[in-house]
């Protein structure tokens, strides 16, 4: 029962609050600097949903005030999983979906002019991405950001270079 990545990122967030509701969920998702997590209720209440028959979550009903709401909490076998989906080498060192790759794969059908104009407008993107802050409450949280920037911004001066290498 192997848990997809937003599967697990939901439990995780779920197990760092002890008890969430979807909507703390979408909240946290839609919050990401990560383009990756959907934060809208078209994937976080429907998967929330399998997760619960799959008999990884409990669920307590409830109201505040007027509004009904369900908070979630993870049972033992939604910690297992969520270990199992957490310390996976395999998963975590895996290529998954890069949209800069992605790109760069391709970067034969443009001309050297049209590279080099999109490696200028992907720096200055990544860079006014750097200017932003993110989880500025939490120092952990922004010191990974941080570190992942400066990864993807090396990546960036890598890929230019075997771009410029070999344009076509």
Request: proline share 3%; net charge positive; hydrophobic share 45%.
């Amino acid at each position: 029962m192997q848990l997809t990545d937003l599967e697990g990122a939901a439990l995780a967030e779920i197990a760092r609050r002890g008890v969430a509701t979807s909507y703390a969920i979408a909240r946290a998702f839609s919050d990401s600097p990560s383009e990756f997590w959907s934060g809208s209720a078209g994937a976080v209440y429907p998967m929330l949903k399998r997760l619960m028959e799959r008999g990884l979550l409990i669920a307590d009903s409830g109201k505040r005030g007027r509004r009904a709401h369900t908070g979630y909490a993870l049972n033992e076998a939604g910690h297992t999983a969520l270990k199992a989906w957490l310390l996976d080498p395999q998963r975590a060192s895996g290529l998954g979906f890069d949209p800069l790759r992605t790109r760069a794969v391709h970067m034969h059908l443009a001309s050297i002019e049209e590279i080099e104009r999109w490696l200028a407008q992907v720096q200055e993107a990544m860079q006014e991405q750097a200017r932003q802050a993110v989880w500025s409450d939490n120092e952990r949280l922004s010191a990974i950001h941080d570190a992942v920037l400066k990864n993807r911004a090396d990546l960036l001066r890598r890929l230019t270079s075997v771009l410029m290498q070999y344009p076509k």
